[in-house]
């Protein structure tokens, strides 16, 4: 973007407002000793029953994954046997709710506690979107079946939304001082990870399956070095309107975006 001339007194206003933005994103790379096949889409571990599939790339990043059954039997995936695991913390897949469907799902009725999608869920809280709805009670339940050759996707915490700070790594970068923070599985300030259970079949037996990841280096950018201006490809036509993209996606990667204010002066 460039400045346009304006007076003197008008300077630094216009240079603030126009030319640097407020807004800056952290990018997170991870690595994983499991899941470890990779593809523009996504990364994937895979066993003689099952390929769990993940595309962490999301704003507070995604933990959750898509379960296919490769058999000719049923899949029984236990939720309440299943957690998501962030740095020694586990959380619960099964938080034993009640969910009111009809045209749309209205509400959501909690006992117990979990860190949910969109924050703390409370002990026996209930939320309602539209209270004028109506439809029809629906227990969550504990234990999902996969029909064989088909998969279903599970989606329920963010990786983390702290930003990460270091005395080493700018806050508030300009294009030419963007730097990267590397880690090692030993250093790293982020571990995460899925332990699944699930039994195949009429089998009782328990199969259990724990995909880790780990952060390997994080980078702070000014907005303008990770947003871009893309004209959409349909057919061999483009859009006639720009729409605005993030640059550098990949499923083993994903961001928290976050703003400077004019009271913050603290570089790190």
Do not use: W
């Given at each position: 973007m460039h400045c346009k001339t304006v007076p003197l007194a008008l300077l630094l206003v216009a240079?603030?407002?126009?030319?640097?933005?407020?807004?800056?994103?952290?990018?997170?790379?991870t690595a994983s000793e499991t899941v470890k096949t990779k593809s523009d889409r996504y990364i994937s571990y895979e066993n003689d029953h099952c390929r769990v599939s993940y595309d962490l790339w999301s704003e507070n990043g995604n933990a959750g994954f898509t379960f296919y059954n490769k058999t000719t039997e049923v899949?029984?995936?236990?939720?309440?046997?299943?957690?998501?695991?962030?740095?020694?913390?586990?959380?619960?897949?099964?938080?034993?709710?009640?969910?009111?469907?009809?045209?749309n799902a209205v509400t959501a009725k909690t006992a117990g506690m979990g860190f949910g999608r969109y924050g703390i869920i409370n002990t026996l809280s209930s939320t309602t979107?539209?209270?004028?709805?109506?439809?029809?009670?629906?227990?969550?339940?504990?234990?999902?079946?996969?029909?064989?050759?088909?998969?279903?996707r599970i989606s329920e915490y963010d990786i983390t939304r702290e930003l990460y700070r270091d005395c080493n790594l700018l806050r508030f970068p300009s294009a030419r001082k963007v730097t990267t923070k590397?880690?090692?599985?030993?250093?790293?300030?982020?571990?995460?990870?899925?332990?699944?259970?699930?039994?195949?079949?009429?089998?009782?037996?328990?199969q259990k399956i724990t995909n880790?990841?780990?952060?390997?280096?994080?980078?702070n950018y000014p907005e303008k070095e990770v947003i871009e201006s893309v004209r959409?490809?349909?057919?061999?036509?483009?859009?006639?309107?720009?729409t605005k993209e993030m640059s550098g996606v990949a499923p083993d990667k994903f961001w928290l975006r976050y703003q400077k204010s004019e009271k913050d002066n603290r570089k790190h």
């Open positions: 240079t603030l407002a126009s030319c640097s933005s407020a807004n800056f994103y952290q990018v997170y790379q899949i029984y995936l236990h939720l309440d046997e299943s957690f998501y695991v962030m740095n020694g913390v586990a959380h619960d897949y099964f938080q034993n709710r009640t969910f009111l469907s009809g045209n979107v539209d209270s004028k709805m109506s439809g029809v009670e629906v227990l969550e339940a504990k234990t999902i079946a996969i029909p064989p050759n088909t998969a279903k590397s880690f090692t599985a030993e250093n790293t300030p982020l571990k995460f990870y899925n332990v699944l259970n699930y039994t195949l079949g009429t089998n009782e037996a328990r880790d990841f780990y952060v390997t280096a994080i980078t959409k490809d349909f057919c061999g036509e483009k859009e006639a309107l720009a």
